[in-house]
């Protein structure tokens, strides 16, 4: 398994939108609707912030939303905020209980 | 609230050995896929290994096939990964996170394991 596709940084100033890329192959983010993002500050461990492509878990606000279309997997957190700085990740499910991870994304807020 | 509590960490030599714990509360754990995602120092998340609830099904990344082996005791509610040969990229800290096939919803705090002679 390859590791899926993100940019290494993102910015946007507090207010605005970002979209953070995640791309995989039909092996995996095509392949299956089990698309999932993390938050990350230094330091601690990931969060949940996206299951299932897009559904929230209970205490994330809607500001995050997720997608896919083909190969690609999206999240979009709109209304930035300065807590918002950390670095996110995108899993997907490869099937027989093998999970692979993309590279990671910093997000800086200006 | 769902909680799980990494045990097990350390200062190894190449070549040693190592048995992680991860103690499970808050939901009920035999039902669930448990996996093990580590993080070396300034990189990102690999999960190297995990386990169907009932532990018939297990998955190894290849760079841990052969010498680690997961595990777990649902009588417990604990979840096991037992580190052999280790080697200096084996540098880490190790979660365990409960695993749905849509994402891993609950997170440990982390194990450090070092590997240095």
């Known amino acids: 398994q390859s590791a899926l596709t993100q940019p290494r940084s993102v910015s946007g100033s507090p207010g605005q939108s970002v979209t953070i890329s995640c791309t995989g192959t039909?092996?995996?983010?095509?392949?299956?609707?089990?698309v999932s993002w993390y938050q990350q500050h230094p330091g601690r461990a990931p969060k949940v912030l996206i299951y299932?492509?897009?559904k929230w878990p209970s205490g994330v606000p809607d500001r995050f939303s997720g997608s896919k279309s083909g190969n690609t997997a999206s999240l979009t957190i709109s209304g930035l905020q300065a807590e918002d700085e950390a670095d996110y990740y995108c899993?997907?499910?490869?099937?027989?209980?093998?999970?692979?991870f993309g590279g990671g994304t910093k997000l800086t807020v200006l | 609230e769902e909680q799980l509590l990494e045990s097990g960490g350390g200062l190894v030599q190449p070549g040693g050995s190592l048995r992680l714990s991860c103690a499970a509360s808050?939901?009920?754990?035999?039902?669930?896929?448990m996996s093990w995602v580590r993080q070396a120092p300034g990189k990102g998340l690999e999960c190297v290994s995990a386990?169907?609830?009932?532990?018939?099904?297990?998955y190894y990344a290849d760079s841990v096939k052969g010498r680690f082996t997961i595990s777990r005791d649902n009588s417990k509610n604990t979840l096991y990964l037992q580190m052999n040969s280790l080697r200096a990229e084996d540098t880490a800290v190790y979660y365990c996170?409960?695993?749905?096939?849509?994402?891993?919803?609950?997170w440990g705090q982390g194990a450090l394991v070092s590997v240095s002679s």
């Open positions: 386990i169907s609830g009932g532990g018939e099904t297990t």
């Open positions: 808050g939901f009920t754990f035999s039902p669930y896929a």
């Open positions: 899993c997907s499910y490869a099937g027989r209980y093998s999970w692979v």
């Open positions: 996170a409960k695993s749905l096939y849509g994402g891993c919803t609950s």
């Open positions: 299932d492509v897009n």
């Open positions: 039909s092996s995996d983010v095509g392949g299956y609707n089990y």
